[in-house]
């Protein structure tokens, strides 16, 4: 399948601007220029900030009752994202699931190498758990999830006890962070995220850490078959000309073959980030698809 048109006006019109290559920037100018594509996110009937246990977070209620919750960890490469940049998925994804999301702003690299990122979102977690109750919701109802980079540290919280999980929402994760498989060849240039920009994404998150990139903390399609079939069911969400496309797929079908139900979706003609993209009819489409997921997952 081709790039689709709107996708292909979207990197053109980006093209157009000459923004600098990610791996040409520092930490700082990337952070910021991702903060200056916000989206406009919709009304929802809650929405304020938290302490998760020592971690910032926002509350997204999409209704006066109890609910379940989804705790999300935004994307970035561990290194750029917050809370305003993935403000209006989070509140997307309230209103389509019905239920609350907790949106969780951790640590970032370089400035906190791994497993900051890591340590605080499985704090954060398990806090939700055990303070269920001050946030309307229903600590039986709990799933973890989150885009990209985010959606490694969903994967990897999925597998690590700390409370207990009903699903895993994954879009476009990183589940090797070795890299290196036949989509990293086809798609690591000309797609919005590079080979470069996971390269400078690696360093920043791991360089000088004496971490293996083989450890499942990072690379958690290498985690064991016995801690695998512990993870909820889940679903993957991928697209076509992404880097990232071969592990999130393979990913999910190692699920499916350990028992652990999971739903592989790819979407065609799309590219990494298309999920968060205003304008983008195959973004609101994926939202719609999460949100469906986790309105039947956390009933």
């Not at 399948?1 to 930490?27: I, N, Q, W, Y």
């Not at 360093?203 to 903390?217: I, K, M, Q, S």
């Amino acid at each position: 399948m081709s790039l689709h048109p709107h996708t292909r006006a979207v990197l053109d019109f980006m093209a157009s601007m000459g923004s600098p290559k990610l791996e040409d920037s520092t930490p700082d100018q990337a952070r910021q220029l991702m903060r200056a594509a916000l989206a406009e996110g919709e009304p929802v009937h809650e929405v304020r900030d938290v302490d998760a246990g020592g971690v910032p977070a926002r509350l997204y209620h999409p209704s006066p009752e109890v609910s379940g919750l989804l705790v999300f960890f935004h994307g970035g490469g561990w290194v750029i994202g917050d809370l305003e940049t993935h403000d209006a998925t989070c509140r997307a994804l309230a209103n389509r699931s019905g239920h609350a999301v907790l949106s969780i702003d951790y640590r970032l690299a370089p400035e906190h190498k791994f497993p900051a990122a890591l340590d605080d979102c499985a704090a954060a977690t398990a806090w939700a758990h055990t303070n269920a109750a001050a946030l309307r919701t229903d600590p039986d109802r709990i799933a973890v999830g989150g885009d990209s980079a985010g959606g490694n540290l969903a994967a990897v919280v999925a597998t690590m006890g700390v409370a207990p999980l009903r699903y895993q929402l994954l879009v476009y994760p990183v589940t090797d962070l070795r890299g290196g498989t036949p989509s990293y060849a086809a798609n690591g240039e000309g797609y919005l995220l590079t080979k470069g920009s996971m390269d400078w994404f690696r360093a920043h998150y791991v360089d000088g850490t004496d971490t293996a990139l083989d450890d499942a903390r990072l690379s958690p399609l290498l985690q064991t078959d016995e801690v695998l079939r512990t993870a909820p069911p889940g679903l993957v969400i991928t697209a076509e000309f992404d880097p990232l496309r071969d592990e999130g797929e393979v990913y999910a079908s190692r699920l499916n073959s350990l028992g652990v139900p999971t739903t592989s979706v790819r979407f065609g003609g799309q590219i990494h980030a298309f999920f968060g993209m205003p304008g983008i009819a195959d973004g609101a489409a994926a939202v719609t698809l999460a949100g469906s997921s986790l309105r039947a997952a956390l009933a």
